[in-house]
């Protein structure tokens, strides 16, 4: 029977890599399946993993029709049995609705990847739609780490080396604009995503260079607005 299934993680956790050797596994017993991305670092129209390996995606834009684009490539005469769908968080609430109604009167397996909270530990629309619809949520056992070596278990915006909590909620990373604004983003543990202290503010904050602070009084809690 048909699943729709979330695949979810912080960053550096695998979600992608696990995409790709997902539809590797099926393409090798000539299983059919379309794949889909939005927002793909590598830029627009490809999954790719921070490992180095890609393929070519249907890019999903806000106003892409799940529902229009398979029974089309149906009606077609082309096969499909799996739908590979990565960046999920990125999705419409409406689109994991299209997502959930193709795998219930089409019958196919639709395999979702994709972060939960983002930079602010607020949900995703298309995480929460798919936390509210998907079959099975199975979070990956690959643990990404905090600078700390803690398990990390949040996703951190750092502008220009400073964390921040306000903004958009979608901004792509590892960008630099006209004003040489760069953008990045870190997993953080929880207790240090609280004090705001990513890597860098670590470091700095160090007493020498090969020691970080995990005192309270040299990593204190920042006071709230």
């Known amino acids: 029977m048909a699943e729709l299934v979330f695949f979810s993680g912080t960053m550096?956790?695998?979600?992608?890599?696990?995409?790709?050797?997902?539809?590797?596994?099926?393409?090798?017993?000539?299983?059919?399946?379309?794949?889909?991305?939005?927002?793909?670092?590598?830029?627009?129209?490809?999954?790719s993993s921070r490992l180095g390996l890609s393929t070519e995606a249907h890019e999903v834009t806000d106003e892409l029709d799940f529902w229009d684009v398979v029974v089309d490539?149906?009606?077609?005469?082309?096969?499909?049995d799996y739908l590979i769908c990565d960046e999920a968080q990125f999705y419409t609430a409406e689109q994991i609705e299209q997502l959930a109604r193709?795998?219930?009167e089409l019958g196919i397996d639709v395999n979702c990847f994709g972060i939960t909270a983002d930079f602010r530990t607020e949900l995703f629309p298309g995480a929460k739609r798919l936390f509210e619809l998907a079959d099975r949520v199975q979070v990956l056992q690959v643990a990404a780490l905090c600078w700390c070596g803690a398990r990390a278990t949040h996703n951190a915006r750092i502008i220009d080396g400073v964390m921040v909590v306000e903004g958009e909620q979608v901004v792509v990373g590892d960008t630099a604009a006209a004003s040489a604004t760069l953008v990045e983003?870190?997993?953080l543990c929880r207790r240090h995503y609280m004090r705001r202290m990513n890597s860098h503010a670590a470091r700095m904050a160090s007493a020498t260079p090969d020691v970080l602070p995990f005192d309270l009084d040299v990593c204190p809690v920042p006071p709230r607005d």
């Open 12 to 47: 550096d956790c695998g979600k992608s890599t696990l995409a790709l050797q997902m539809d590797h596994n099926h393409r090798a017993r000539s299983r059919v399946g379309l794949i889909f991305t939005k927002l793909d670092r590598m830029g627009e129209s490809v999954l």
């Open 185 to 187: 983003y870190e997993v």
């Open 73 to 80: 490539h149906l009606t077609h005469g082309h096969r499909a």
């Open 102 to 104: 193709i795998v219930d």
